[in-house]
């Protein structure tokens, strides 16, 4: 990652450039691997926008793998990779169902054959990266995804949001991430995509139905009723979803 790069974006902070590699994850991610277990809100979301013809999901930088999991419980087939070994040993203990679905495999260089899963994403995998690396991340995600990539990325629209990781980040490297635009993320998913589309992702008036403990049914009936109509501002995240040529 350059140092270029890093100062190119006035919403990215002082990243510590050794969560990018397996070694420096590893350490960190020791301390919160449990605590990100029980928020599977994401997995709600892609459940929400998958479609039927949709059968394989991958998930790319899972860390937690905590939406594997929940997605292969509801019965769609999803498998999750990450570099760090501390992730893939924590999360093959706490979920010893999903074990084959759950691998170490780096996300550059991804030991699939083209078009493997129709559908791929990740959740705050791109947060760490310039845009030179991020096209390179795009482009081996596109390389083995048939029909859909997403991309899920913080938001910087919601300015409380920033301010609360700012913070945070003080103390925690963890939190020590870029935020971006609608039209940033769209930007680069363009490259590769020949449709975009930029959704607002929990914080919402849906996570009050995930809370409540509703299945994945009645929650993506809701997010299709009045997810996509709430202003950016009010959500955490932004899942960017780009439809694949062919």
């Known amino acids: 990652m350059s140092r270029g790069g890093l ?33 599977v809100r994401h997995a709600y979301y892609i459940a929400a926008v998958r479609r039927r013809n949709e059968r394989r999901l991958l998930e790319i930088g899972a ?106 980040g003080k103390t925690d490297p963890l939190y020590r991430i870029r935020f971006f635009y609608a039209d940033e993320v769209a930007s680069l998913m363009k490259r590769f995509c020949r449709h975009v589309t930029v959704l607002p992702v929990t914080g919402g008036m849906t996570d009050r139905l995930i809370r409540l403990g509703l299945g994945p049914n009645p929650v993506c009936w809701a997010y299709r009723l009045y997810g996509r109509n709430q202003r950016l501002a009010k959500f955490e995240r932004l899942m960017c979803i780009g439809e694949l040529a062919g």
């Open 7 to 39: 100062l190119a974006n006035h919403l990215k902070t002082d990243i510590d450039s050794s969560l990018t590699e397996a070694k420096g994850w590893d350490n960190l991610w020791q301390k919160h691997f449990a605590k990100y277990q029980g928020d």
């Open 63 to 168: 860390g937690s793998f905590r939406d594997v999991a929940a997605l292969n419980r509801w019965g769609v087939f999803c498998e999750g990779v990450d570099f760090s070994s501390e992730s893939v040993e924590r999360a093959r203990k706490i979920q010893p169902t999903f074990t084959d679905r759950i691998k170490k495999m780096d996300a550059a260089c991804l030991d699939y054959p083209d078009g493997a899963f129709d559908l791929t994403y990740h959740n705050g995998f791109w947060v760490l990266f310039d845009d030179a690396r991020i096209s390179e991340l795009a482009a081996e995600q596109a390389r083995v995804t048939c029909s859909r990539m997403i991309a899920t990325v913080h938001n910087a629209h919601n300015r409380p949001f920033r301010s609360k990781f700012a913070e945070w």
